[in-house]
């Protein structure tokens, strides 16, 4: 589980490099950053450090509710340490962080931390009003002593990467392009509940799937998808959507697996799922009979691409 720290005095690590952000997806722009970190700071026995935010800046500035990250904070946590980092230290975001001047955020930074390299994006800006920007953290980098860093931009289908782009895209349904700015499949992991066992009913099992509800789900439609349970990979089919066939528009989300030539009992394990591809939006057939032929047209489709 990610430690969520109160305070910066909570933090004791001198002569670290450091990267300070959200970080939120992990993706290839934020990838490119802390490999160039810890590729420096190891080759000179330094720690390399991350400091990052929970919630995020901009859901308490904005005061926002319902779904908007890409990764859980463990699942961040985890992400950042596989690529190498040897400490991520994520403190508690409110009111009170955001009213810090960029200047006295990084005074209390190199306090606890002492950083010898700080590393950045090209667009990133910390401290109240968003002072701290590029040309901010090196001056006071002179007066601290550390030098910064910034990280070029990476470009992927002709877009700067970003976590919003990423969640245009997810929102809209597009896995396969979020897939390339994150250099994985967008995933979601919760635990495996009981549902209407309509599926089942029907010949069809599915696994229904409660997350976290602060994380963006894929627009409605359904998805050919890689199902992990036990450490074991399979093949599946998972309708994202409101089942208007049998319950209409007015119905709460719903996410269900169909795993492919599985028959197991799983209720009440995690199940992680990985979004591969859309394959169609989600409709409204007339009978029972045209969804099932449907479903097997789907259940075909992924199989092919999957397997591709």
């Known amino acids: 589980m990610a430690l969520i720290l109160n305070a910066l005095e909570d933090i004791q690590l001198p002569g670290a490099w450091l990267t300070i952000g959200s970080f939120d997806g992990v993706h290839r722009g934020h990838q490119e950053l802390i490999r160039s970190l810890v590729r420096g700071a190891h ?132 896995v396969e392009h979020a897939a390339r700015g994150l250099g994985r499949y967008y995933a979601l992991t919760g635990e495996i509940i009981h549902g209407d066992g309509r599926g089942r009913g029907l010949g069809i099992p599915t696994a229904n799937l409660t997350i976290w509800p602060d994380q963006i789900i894929p627009a409605n439609g359904i998805y050919a998808c890689w199902a992990w349970v036990d450490g074991k990979r399979w093949a599946a089919v998972t309708n994202v959507g409101v089942r208007p066939t049998f319950e209409g528009n007015g119905n709460p989300l719903r996410i269900e697996a169909h795993l492919l030539d599985f028959d197991q009992d799983v209720y009440g394990k995690q199940l992680r799922l990985e979004f591969v591809a859309r394959q169609r939006e989600e409709r409204r057939y007339s009978t029972i009979e045209a969804l099932m032929e449907q479903i097997v047209l789907d259940i075909k489709e992924a199989r092919v691409r999957l397997m591709q």
């Open 43 to 174: 080759q000179v026995g330094s720690p390399a450090v991350v400091l990052t935010f929970y919630p995020h800046p901009v859901v308490v500035l904005r005061r926002l509710s319902g779904p908007y990250y890409l990764t859980p904070p463990d699942e961040r946590s985890t992400l950042l340490k596989e690529l190498g980092v040897d400490a991520v230290f994520t403190l508690a975001f409110d009111l009170q962080m955001a009213a810090i001047s960029a200047e006295d955020f990084m005074t209390r930074v190199y306090a606890h931390l002492s950083p010898q390299q700080l590393w950045v994006g090209y667009n990133f800006a910390l401290g109240r009003n968003r002072q701290g920007d590029v040309p901010a953290l090196r001056l006071f980098g002179e007066r601290l002593g550390y030098q910064l860093n910034v990280v070029a931009p990476v470009v992927v289908d002709g877009e700067i990467v970003s976590s919003t782009l990423l969640r245009q895209l997810l929102l809209a349904g597009e």
